[in-house]
């Protein structure tokens, strides 16, 4: 139990004589209702259980942040770090600010902020190893680094930057609304270190004591409608038509006339100089992902072909199926899809603890995902295996396995998609995302076919222009995509509009080249499925294909932009983090940067892991995965 | 709601095992907090927290006291006496017998070759109270040097030399409880929130509550002046034109308080003739202030039922500021506003123990506001200790400031530098090389091996830092507090009181001079030696100070014998008529005639650099330098540039500059902002080889004290973006 002083002063003290009955978007203050079994059930904190002394303990409870009055003194923000321990690299809790007008007639608001503990937790419903949970207790959204295996992509959901992935530990871990001080009454760390009289807790939608509003956002505060965070904001003195973001990211907030309040848009702090960076673009921790989704879309595509081919008996799939290209194709499918598997857990925090990419399969596109690529695989592998042989006895089983892969690839497929269908994330939240994946998966699948017949002098003239026209449908649907993203990005009021300017300046080079390449390929397939051409044509296409879908790729993981609270000039500044690790300077411990860098696989945990549970409780974990999920 | 799993998962959070929790004050600036550092059970100290029932901070630290324990592991802490015959020679270790002995020698050495006072001993606002007092004694009783300084020249001189022209004595006479009792505040050049924060969140607790206008002058848009009823944008270096024509209006409004100048101040005749020639036009075209503004001001300050000022280094560091503390000073006695709840001129002191030096080293004098001008003095002291009256100087000898240009001038021939990097924070750092660089003997005292200065010493002494050592500070409010030893110095450091006792032995052959070993023995000492003096410390002791959470003095023996409880806070000076310094108990009101004879901005150096503090870092960043939870928040310097005038040179966001001044350059980051004018740049001076590298530092004629903050750069864009970033590294060595 945390230890309460003898005397603690005044401002520490939870102070909420009651409550209003549902907070504004409708839901019951009352985080369950009384006789609900989970009021009943033991409250432990590091193995010792609390009897109920907080009479609020089964409220919603939230931050209230005066924005009038934060001075960014980072008390709030060395509290938290001091009683959660943390590394100077990472901070729950963190100030940005953003500011407006002329000198002298200038004003600044900094905003604090941590986890909002929301209503409607996209952490809790992202992460694929259910490592959350939100607690009846105070409406508390914790989070178990013990579970999590460290992809992040709670980190991606998030609007507010909340939970925090460690590249040192490879794990996430987050806010904990510090539940242990609210059991003994006390305030977060946080609101108790407030040297400015902003900060402050209790039952949300109650005001704090001399405060009149309560509004949902500030200027520079993210969207509230993807989550319905748990925060209130006051904010009376007056701001100017414009306040600009001081970190990198290019970005500034305009006064529109409605209650809305202020809407992001572009603010050009680099001007428009059109660069290369590759190293960035190609050297980032991301690459795992550009590894995976273009080798599984490939092979998917090639699957398609091969299966829907075989099944509509064109001539030309037949005959390769008749050609020695035939085991080479499917082998050379199993390897992409493999290394594209290998690469993608290989990326993970926790390499060992894969198998609990499964764990939340009834609300994780990400555990869907895991799960229908696994079904693809597996229906690839048995496809496969069973190609090898020629007996009549092998075709029902080809069939079936034929059919498992498709049906995997279909829902993989699809979760693979929507994962990255993030409100959070304007630049992927558009359906050329869907467009790009199929584009590939079609243009990439159909080459590699075509690369595997090359050699073995398989690529007949009708093989060829199917193959062409299939990479061209591929690479005009991309196109599509591109175009009509394009356009939605550059008039976008959203992070989205900042991802499109970096686009055009800081990778301007790498994405006209794309472009070129991407056009350039599509008239040659377009070409080829016309008039069919010779095999040094169809390298040409496949190469330049190749080049375009991983620029294409790269692009599509650098430039996400999330729509989180702005930074401040040095700390959560995207671009000097970046800056620090290209000049070296994160190297000095004391810095708050460290470098991305790669996580074994701790073969002795996974076996531990093994060892230390019996059949049974394995067998319970799956029924829970299946039957006994989160729950409204 | 939406519940992660039907069955909970057992909740753990970190659990630092704190055992036990020590007392301390703060060590880094002069609010005087009090703190607990917890230590776990291998008596590792791995926690902070505020002190819940301290007057002065409530339970509240700001993020350094926050993660003030990890100071004691920090990197770069000295850990044995180091020895070399040239600084260009390789350290060589060696032990404390032999290195003492070095000192030793090498101070009368120096002496005996070049004059008694050609060795100088320069000190710090760092060092606990007692501490400060046995140097002194050792100094002015045994080595016999006149040149004998602290770092607090470049601090509080100012704030000194002011407080004691216009009141007769050094020492702040209002405390943080006026706050909770001024119906108006003005801020001079200071910005509480980065500076002070916890008397910041006083200020805000009390405004909060009462809402008084806040009046706020500084050159820069400041969170400070951002929240303030009033802000003054004042031209750099021009506040005495601005406090003038104030009192103008005042006076010609009829608003001072006639009583109060009658009974309390003289020299109200030549004062009122000096401000007539201030009318509020004419000073609007000196200090950039509009005529109708400083009307309201003046009119708001003099109507307030009860008035208070504060004021940092915006005042402190400049060429006036000894000046403008008298200038505040006037402001508060013509309108009644010393001594009383919520009327003050009320210094915010720079360094945890500024205080504790100003009154018991005997920098400036002898102890205790005494003065080596003053024969009764003299003797009085030297009975005292046990020395020969005739061996103190008659008046006192070079500021911190005037020996270091003493030393480039080769007549400062030897140096006992302590618990201070003047490499870093003494202005125009190119001089301050070509100053240490000819010293014959050098000896750095400090808890980091790593200081810079220390690239010249050919003595190196490992010293303890804050709760390593035993003793009390003195804060901004005349409080002095407790610091408990709470770990032990790292291998073979010592407390540098234990160095001073050791050093003392080696001057004191005969014994005639007594040096007590214990601190509270020596608390005892000083509490004799205070006895009827302005602080009187004669009622406390050690245990009772912690007892108190700190004791504002004076508190007497007498009192305490009476049974009367050290005040829990609100204890003022001069709360009555005729109680001042001078011998007549009256205050002098001090004409301020003005010429601005500060830098500049030309045509070749186009921009006012105007240096200052962050939150997250303590002066030099020694300190701060080495907590990443502190460092992070500005790792490297940085400059606040006007985004129009950033624009004009074509320097983006995050670009790395180069400034340049008739001095030196320097290299920094640019951070457009409005904060700042179009012709003015902000630096910070924490950096090592940065700021001080262009800064002029002319000298305050009474404090000289440096005017950091007046001083003209030219900015230049760097096209090798790549290497200024490599320069910029190199220079950061954590």
């Not at chain 1, 409550?19 to 985080?31: A, E, F, H, L, M």
């Not at chain 2, 339970?59 to 040239?86: N, Q, Y």
Request: proline share 6%; with cysteine; charged share 20%.
């Amino acid at each position: 139990m945390f230890q309460r002083r003898e005397y603690e002063p005044e401002y520490a003290l939870l102070n909420d004589s009651g409550s209003k009955p549902v907070n504004r978007y409708g839901k019951p203050i009352d985080t369950v209702p009384p006789g609900d079994p989970l009021r009943e059930q033991p409250f432990v904190i590091n193995g010792e259980e609390l009897p109920q002394q907080n009479p609020n303990r089964y409220k919603q409870h939230g931050f209230h942040f005066t924005a009038d009055n934060c001075i960014a003194c980072h008390a709030c923000e060395a509290a938290c770090s001091e009683k959660n321990d943390l590394p100077p690299h990472l901070a729950f809790r963190s100030v940005g600010f953003v500011e407006g007008g002329s000198y002298p007639d200038y004003r600044r608001i900094n905003i604090s902020m941590a986890c909002n503990h929301c209503d409607d937790p996209v952490c809790l419903r992202g992460c694929p190893t259910r490592a959350y949970t939100k607690f009846a207790e105070y409406g508390a959204v914790l989070q178990d680094p013990d579970i999590c295996f460290g992809c992040g992509y709670c980190t991606w959901v998030c609007p507010y930057n909340a939970p925090q992935l460690d590249p040192v530990k490879g794990q996430v871990s987050k806010c904990n609304m510090c539940v242990d001080r609210l059991e003994v009454g006390l305030k977060p760390a946080c609101v108790a270190a407030c040297l400015g009289k902003a900060l402050d807790f209790g039952v949300i939608e109650n005001l704090p004591e001399g405060r009149i509003q309560a509004e949902p956002a500030i200027p520079g505060f993210p969207r509230t409608d993807i989550t319905h965070p748990n925060i209130r904001f006051q904010q009376m003195k007056s701001i100017q038509r414009e306040m600009v973001r001081v970190d990198g990211t290019a970005l500034k907030y305009h006064r529109t006339g409605d209650r809305e309040g202020y809407r992001p848009e572009l603010d050009p702090k680099k001007g428009f100089r059109r660069q290369w960076n590759l190293g960035r673009l190609l050297g980032s921790h991301e690459n795992a992902h550009i590894v995976f989704t273009l080798g599984v879309q490939a092979a998917m595509g090639a699957f398609l072909l091969l299966v829907l081919g075989g099944w509509f008996g064109l001539p030309a799939v037949t005959a390769l199926r008749n050609s020695p290209a035939w085991l080479p194709s499917l082998g050379l499918m199993v390897l992409v899809t493999a290394f594209g598997l290998f690469r993608l857990n290989m990326h993970l925090g926790k390499p060992h603890r894969f198998y609990r990419g499964f764990y939340n399969l009834r609300l994780s596109p990400v555990s869907r995902e895991i799960a229908g690529v696994s079904a693809f695989f597996a229906g690839l592998l048995g496809f496969t295996l069973f190609n090898l042989f020629d007996g009549e006895w092998a075709r029902p089983l080809q069939f079936l396995f034929a059919l498992l892969g498709l049906l995997g690839m279909g829902f993989g497929g699809y979760y693979m998609y929507r994962l990255y269908r993030i409100p959070a994330r304007p630049f992927w939240d558009h359906w050329h995302t869907g467009a790009s994946f199929a584009g590939t998966g079609l243009a990439l699948g159909s080459l590699l076919l075509a690369l595997v017949a090359l050699p073995f002098g398989e690529l007949t003239r009708e093989l060829g222009q199917l193959l062409a026209t299939v990479a061209g449908s591929g690479l005009a649907l991309e196109g599509l995509g591109l175009l009509a993203h394009g356009l939605a990005m550059r008039t976008a009021d959203s992070e989205g509009a900042a991802s499109w300017y970096e686009q055009l300046t800081t990778h301007g080079h790498a994405y006209w080249l794309r472009n070129l390449l991407l056009a350039g390929s599509l008239l040659l397939a377009g070409w080829l499925a016309v008039h069919g051409g010779g095999p040094w044509l169809f390298a040409l296409l496949a190469v330049m294909a190749l080049v375009s879908a991983i620029i294409g790729r790269a692009l599509f993981y650098v430039l996400v932009i999330p729509t989180t609270m702005p930074g401040a000039f040095f700390w959560r500044n995207r671009a000097f983090v970046e800056h620090a690790r290209d000049t070296g300077l994160a190297e000095m411990e004391p810095l708050g940067v460290v470098y991305e860098r790669h996580h074994r696989f701790d073969l002795k945990a996974l076996l531990r892991t093994i060892r230390e549970h019996s059949p049974r409780q394995m067998w319970e974990q799956v029924r829970e995965i299946v039957l006994a999920g989160p729950r409204p | 709601m939406l519940f992660g799993r039907t069955k909970k998962n057992p909740i753990k959070m970190p659990d630092k095992q704190v055992r036990e929790w020590r007392y301390a004050v703060c060590g880094y600036c002069s609010t005087g907090c009090s703190i607990e550092v917890g230590l776990d059970a291998g008596g590792r100290a791995v926690a902070s927290r505020g002190v819940a029932d301290a007057d002065v901070n409530r339970g509240k630290l700001c993020l350094k006291g926050i993660f003030e324990h990890e100071l004691f592991d920090s990197a770069g802490r000295g850990t044995r006496p180091l020895v070399r015959d040239h600084f260009r020679d390789q350290w060589r270790a060696t032990d404390w017998d032999s290195a003492l002995d070095r000192l030793h020698d090498g101070i009368r050495r120096v002496q005996e070759r070049h004059g008694r006072d050609s060795f100088a001993v320069i000190s710090t606002g760092q060092m606990l109270t007692e501490e400060f007092y046995t140097l002194g004694k050792l100094t002015r009783g045994l080595i016999g040097t006149n040149n004998y300084d602290g770092n607090t020249t470049l601090c509080m001189a100012s704030a000194v030399s002011g407080y004691k022209r216009s009141f007769g004595s050094d020492g702040p006479p209002g405390c943080y409880e006026d706050f909770e009792h001024t119906d108006c505040l003005i801020a001079w050049g200071s910005n509480l929130p980065e500076q002070h924060p916890i008397i910041y969140w006083r200020l805000k607790e009390a405004q909060e509550k009462r809402g008084f206008p806040l009046i706020v002058v500084d050159p820069r848009v400041t969170m400070l002046a951002q929240n303030a009823n009033i802000h003054l944008p004042i031209r750099p270096g021009t506040d005495v034109a601005l406090m003038n024509a104030l009192m103008h209006v005042i006076f010609s409004e009829g608003l001072q308080d006639d009583r109060y100048i009658e009974a309390n101040t003289n020299g109200i005749e030549a004062l009122r003739a000096e401000v007539e020639k201030w009318d509020p036009v004419t000073a609007s075209r000196v200090c950039g202030i509009d005529e109708d503004s400083i009307r309201v001001v003046a009119r708001t300050f003099a109507r307030a039922p009860a008035a208070m000022q504060i004021w940092t280094m915006g005042i402190n560091q400049s060429t006036h500021g000894s000046d403008g503390v008298v200038g505040i000073n006037n402001l508060a006695l013509i309108t009644g506003n010393i001594g009383k709840p919520g009327g003050t001129s009320l210094s915010i002191t720079g360094q945890c123990n500024a205080m504790g030096t100003r009154e018991w080293s005997s920098c400036s004098g002898l102890p205790n506001y005494r003065y080596l001008e003053i024969p009764e003095h003299r003797e009085e002291v030297a009975r005292f200790w046990n020395i020969d009256p005739e061996f103190l100087p008659r008046q006192r000898g070079m500021f911190q400031t005037d020996i270091y240009q003493a030393m480039e001038a080769g007549q400062i021939k030897g140096l006992w530098l302590i618990a201070t990097n003047p490499m870093s924070s003494l202005p125009n750092t190119a001089r301050i090389r070509r100053a240490m660089e000819q010293l014959e003997f050098c000896c750095v005292q400090d808890c980091y091996v790593d200081s810079e200065s220390n690239q010249y010493a050919h003595l190196y002494l490992p010293a303890g830092t804050w709760a390593e050592k035993d003793g009390v500070m003195t804060n901004t409010e005349r409080r002095i507090n407790r610091v408990r030893p709470i770990v032990d110095p790292p291998g073979e450091a010592r407390p540098d009181l234990w160095i001073f006792n050791r050093v003392a032995e080696r001057f004191n052959r005969d014994g005639k001079v007594k040096f007590p070993e214990r601190a509270a023995d020596i608390f005892l000492e000083m509490g004799e030696l205070s006895r009827g003096r302005l602080a009187d410390i004669s009622g406390m002791d050690h245990e009772l100070i912690e007892q108190n959470r700190g004791i504002q003095w004076p508190y007497t023996a007498e009192q305490r014998e009476r049974g009367e409880e050290p005040p829990r806070g609100g204890k003022r000076l001069y709360t009555e008529d005729g109680s001042f310094r001078y011998p007549d108990g009256r205050a002098r009101l001090i004409p301020l005639p003005f010429v601005d004879n500060n830098e500049q901005p030309d045509r070749d150096y186009p921009f006012w650099l105007n240096t200052g503090r962050l939150i997250e870092h303590w002066h030099g960043r020694t300190k701060t330098g080495k907590i990443g939870n502190n460092n992070k928040f500005s790792p490297i310097p940085f400059i606040e540039i006007n985004p129009d005038a950033a624009a004009g040179l074509g320097i983006r966001r995050g670009d790395y500059v180069r400034l340049v001044s008739r001095r030196g350059d320097a290299i920094a980051m640019a951070q457009p902002t409005q904060r700042v004018p179009p012709n003015m740049v902000f630096l910070p001076f924490h950096f090592h080889d940065c700021a001080n590298r262009l800064t002029l530092g002319l000298l305050d004629p009474h404090s000289r004290q440096p005017a950091y903050k007046q001083s003209a750069v030219r900015i230049e864009r760097i096209e090798d973006q790549v290497h200024a970033a490599r320069l910029s590294k190199e220079m950061r060595k954590f």
